[in-house]
């Protein structure tokens, strides 16, 4: 059984629409797979350049469906925003970046959903692994 998978067709489109607003990143190639080993929700990489040249891929998202499928619609749209939010594409200097946070997530997001939200999503996410690792140890 291989370690990745093509995500859900609601997942990718939570992702999809979502970086469909945001102009900067209109040029850039990114996918979204699936990889329920991953021991955090999602993870945000820059393609390597090997990876780039045999996909044409700039980003891949990382997005462990087992922990988010256990999310309700409007934690599910939080984790969306704050990993795509990662993604920073200057388009003068033609250069990609990944920013880390300002606080253990972006304050724009606190600022929209709140603290407690955000604080409360992230409180539960831990215990979804928690209670993971227990039912299925490796």
């Given at each position: ?35 329920n ?11 390597s ?44 200097k ?33 215990e ?11």
């Amino acid at each position: 059984m291989s370690r990745y998978h093509e995500v859900f067709e609601d997942h990718e489109e939570l992702f999809t629409s979502f970086i469909k607003q945001i102009d900067s990143l209109q040029d850039l190639n990114i996918k979204i797979l699936g990889c329920n080993k991953l021991k955090e929700i999602c993870k945000v990489s820059k393609a390597s350049d090997i990876l780039k040249h045999m996909t044409n891929e700039d980003i891949i998202i990382l997005l462990n469906e087992e922990v988010f499928e256990k999310l309700e619609d409007e934690q599910k749209k939080i984790i969306v925003e704050e990993y795509v939010a990662r993604i920073y594409f200057d388009a003068e200097k033609d250069k990609l970046t990944l920013i880390a946070p300002d606080f253990s997530t972006f304050s724009l997001l606190l600022l929209k959903y709140g603290a407690e939200k955000c604080l409360n999503l992230k409180t539960l996410i831990k215990e979804i692994f928690a209670s993971d690792s227990e039912t299925n140890p490796e």
